[in-house]
């Protein structure tokens, strides 16, 4: 049995980490921390596991197998580093680390320590993205030529424990990044997952159109963005990202291929379809995409594979060294934003 920790108890900690230990065979929480006692304590009395006075202090306890570092993006490195150096396994969340150095220390520490590293790219893991690998490696349809993704929802605001628009997520010195990198990332991720390639160069516009504080100023942080991704292999698409889609959420991605189109998350009932060149189509209903708007959070399979991953020692499909490549692409288009041009990687 593995003993984990939870640092930061806030809604991805509680929605899937927490729930998702409790439902794994392997594991028990036994320890958790916010800079929120109440929090932490609300979290130990529905999921187990000892609060701790200092996020040092469950990190230095020698009983603690592995952790999830589950706080705001600004302190996902310095956690994730010590732990490592205590010779914890860590799950962090994403993104990865609000600097370049800060990804690559993770990743230093981690082979130092020989524990392992992941990044909780829960995308990679739904059922209708795992299938459109299958079909794109297979190579029936041949080369993805084109693409398209986007990622939007009515704001982190609505989400956060902190359920304010003065949550953390607004502001640069604990969220670094607006929704380009919050959501971006994920699908910048999965475009390079599926599409089995790099990216060769981006160019991209981020915006605060629309979010404010409570006393009406603007945030600090873009709240929409474009970007456009050339891949090595010569795939050209776009990625799209908004926390201003008061409507309803948009997970979905669409990949233009030789022999046709795979179009994920685009339909309630099918999440994947594929539409051939002759205009025959395939419908495979195989799940709904995790939202913001439902609590279908706690089935990603994220623990699962950190848990197979810890157990087997082998490499995961989640390990930080291939999400750090994603990472890259997210800090090209912060700098293509600033300098408004197309940024070689
Ligand atoms: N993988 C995903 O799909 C996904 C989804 C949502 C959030 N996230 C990521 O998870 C992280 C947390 O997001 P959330 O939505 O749970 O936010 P949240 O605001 O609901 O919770 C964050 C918690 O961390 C605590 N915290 C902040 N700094 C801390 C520190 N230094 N030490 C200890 N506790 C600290 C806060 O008190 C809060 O309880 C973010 O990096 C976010 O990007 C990932």
Redesign the pocket.
């Known amino acids: 049995m593995l003993n984990v920790g939870i ?7 509680r929605q899937r980490h927490a729930a998702e230990y409790t439902n794994n065979q392997n594991t028990v929480i036994a320890g958790v ?4 006692r109440e ?1 932490a304590e609300a979290m130990a009395k529905d999921f187990g596991g000892k609060v701790y006075e200092t ?1 040092e202090a469950l990190i230095a306890d020698a009983s603690i197998d592995a952790v999830s570092v ?4 600004a ?2 490195a310095p ?1 994730t580093i010590d732990a490592l150096n205590h010779g914890k396994h860590v799950l962090c ?3 990865m680390a609000i600097t370049l150095k800060d990804c690559e220390d993770m990743l230093a520490a981690a082979e130092k320590s020989g524990k392992r590293l992941l990044i ?1 790219h ?1 995308q990679r893991l739904t059922p209708a993205h795992k299938k459109a690998k299958e079909i794109i490696a297979s190579g029936e349809l041949g080369r993805v030529i084109s693409f398209s993704a986007t990622f939007g929802h009515k704001g ?1 605001e609505m ?4 359920k304010s628009s003065n ?2 997520f607004f502001k640069k010195n604990a969220a670094a990044f607006g929704s380009m990198a ?1 959501l971006g990332i ?1 699908k910048i991720d999965l475009m390079r997952y599926l599409i089995g390639s790099d990216v060769k160069n981006v160019f991209s516009r981020l915006a605060t159109l629309d979010k404010k504080f409570p006393d009406g100023t603007p945030i600090e942080v873009d709240d929409n963005s474009v970007e456009i991704l050339t891949f090595e292999n010569g795939a050209l698409g776009t990625v799209t990202t908004s926390w201003t889609h008061y409507g309803e959420e948009c997970n979905a991605s669409s990949l233009y291929c030789e022999k046709g189109t795979i179009k994920l998350y685009h339909d309630p009932r099918y999440s994947l379809q594929v539409v051939y060149a002759d205009g025959t189509k395939a419908h495979y209903e195989l799940d709904r995409m995790q939202t913001n708007d439902d609590v279908q959070q706690r089935t990603s399979g994220v623990i699962d594979v950190f848990v197979d991953s810890i157990l087997t020692g082998k490499k995961s499909v989640l390990d930080a060294d291939d999400i750090l490549n994603s990472m890259r692409v997210v800090f090209a288009c912060l700098e293509s934003a600033e300098s408004g041009r197309i940024v070689e990687l």
């Open positions: 640092i930061g108890c806030g809604s991805i900690a921390f916010d800079v929120s929090r996020v589950c706080v705001a993006n302190f996902h956690i969340e994403k993104p909780d829960n982190p989400w956060s424990a902190d949550t953390w919050d994920h």
